[in-house]
């Protein structure tokens, strides 16, 4: 099939499919209006068909000039994912809501025709569908439009509503020198997502606030390439700590995601990435490992690649990381995805006893309300957010200061950690 065939057969599809979820919807909505004055709910109708059709328009117009050499430029192509999310996400929250009251509805409808056949003298011979109940279409459309509401607020102000999570940890081998070591975590930066240098800055205040002995960050620093930290350096190279600010790499800072023109257009991008770390003064730990002095004392500090389960990149070597150290010395480990915990470093040796990951972002979306937790996410990753501990193992799962694909934050805030570490008497 010729390109344009193929692109013509795409957008008929598409139209058929918005013309049915449309129509889905209508229903509910005709319900929901169910007993308001027929002039209102006249209006009404009509001002739902001409929302329904500028957003169709506007999606259709985007998808055309994409198409053309002059192509549609990136704001362009944000604005049509925005449509999507703030409309179709809960547009699909409703249909779904429909979806099981049709349920409800012919499970109903099969009772009554099962008993209308054995005679049941509680049946009547007018067996049809029941209609919809007006006050579930009205409940389902609040909750849409309620939800709506949620995503305009992820969108404008969640992204950047950042919250500093206090976290104190007690080791019986810890060095006496750094009884009182002060660690912030930063992860999955996502240079790449920014569109607000002032919030940006206000969040890296927030982190020099916290006056931390070290700084380390697990991974992400961009979406793809490396030219996306470029007008975010003066401001990530701003941030301080006493002792030292060391990092690691994430699965998106190799440039997997994105095809490039040759293989060595993309080591050249990972090479500059090397170069943006050292930029913003962090020390980029590959795979190695390295002591942080203080008072004539040490703790080992390793960093290691990425290495994630399932389709992940490998590119983390625990055996390497681990060379030169020793038995009895505290380590911390440095590794961006939170599964690897599980699968390696819970049974390496010698014994590693906090690490820190991110990854996850917490899915940018859920809740987290007096102790109880939830995410979406939790079902790709059992340890997802937060300190979770098993054989006096710490692993501590940073929330991501930044944001990726949602361009928002819903309920789970982008985080700046502070660990705080203390010897236990």
């Known amino acids: 099939m010729r390109s344009s065939s193929r692109f013509l057969f795409i957008l008929f599809f598409i139209s058929l499919f918005f013309a049915w979820l449309d129509s889905y919807l209508f229903s509910g909505v005709k319900a929901a209006l169910t007993g308001l004055p027929e002039s209102l709910s006249f209006i009404l109708e009509i001002l739902y068909w001409c929302f329904q059709g500028g957003i169709l328009l506007f999606f259709f117009a985007t998808f055309i000039r994409s198409r053309r050499p002059a192509g549609s430029n990136d704001k362009s192509i944000r604005a049509l994912g925005l449509v999507v999310i703030l409309v179709y996400v809960p547009a699909l929250f409703f249909g779904i809501w429909l979806l099981g009251e ?190 942080i002095e203080k008072n004539g004392q040490h703790i080992e500090l390793l960093g290691i690649e990425n290495w994630g389960s399932g389709r992940f990149a490998k590119y983390g070597d625990l055996n390497k990381t681990l060379e030169g150290t020793n038995d009895g010395t505290f380590k911390i480990l440095l590794s961006h995805d939170p599964s690897h915990w599980k699968e390696q470093v819970l049974d390496a040796e010698p014994h590693i006893h906090l690490t820190l990951s991110g990854h996850t972002h917490g899915m940018q979306f859920g809740f987290e309300f007096l102790g109880i937790r939830f995410s979406p996410v939790q079902f790709r990753y059992k340890q997802w957010a937060g300190l979770y501990e098993q054989d006096k193992r710490f692993l501590y799962v940073n929330r991501g200061f930044g944001f990726l694909g949602f361009p928002g934050r819903l309920g789970i805030w982008p985080e700046i950690t502070v660990i705080t570490l203390h010897r236990k008497k």
Not at 128 to 138: N, T
Not at 173 to 199: M, R, V, W, Y
């Open 102 to 291: 049709d349920i409800y509805r012919v499970i109903r409808l099969l009772i009554t025709a099962i008993l209308h056949a054995l005679g049941s003298s509680a049946v009547t011979s007018d067996i049809a569908l029941v209609p919809r109940i007006p006050i579930l279409s009205r409940i389902g459309l609040a909750a849409s439009f309620l939800l709506m509401t949620g995503l305009i607020y992820a969108i404008r102000r969640g992204k950047y509503r950042y919250k500093v999570h206090h976290v104190n940890l007690e080791f019986p081998d810890l060095p006496e020198a750094f009884d009182g070591f002060t660690i912030t975590q930063l992860s999955d930066i996502h240079a790449g997502s920014f569109d607000n240098k002032e919030e940006v800055k206000k969040a890296i205040e927030l982190v020099n606030e916290q006056r931390s002995d070290v700084i380390f960050f697990t991974g992400d620093l961009v979406n793809n390439s490396a030219s996306e930290m470029e007008p975010w350096v003066e401001v990530f190279e701003q941030t301080k700590a006493v002792m030292g600010k060391y990092s690691i790499l994430g699965n998106h800072d190799y440039g997997d995601y994105r095809p490039w023109p040759s293989g060595k257009d993309k080591e050249d991008n990972l090479l500059e990435l090397f170069n943006m770390h050292e930029r913003i003064g962090f020390n980029l730990l590959r795979n190695e490992n390295l002591r």
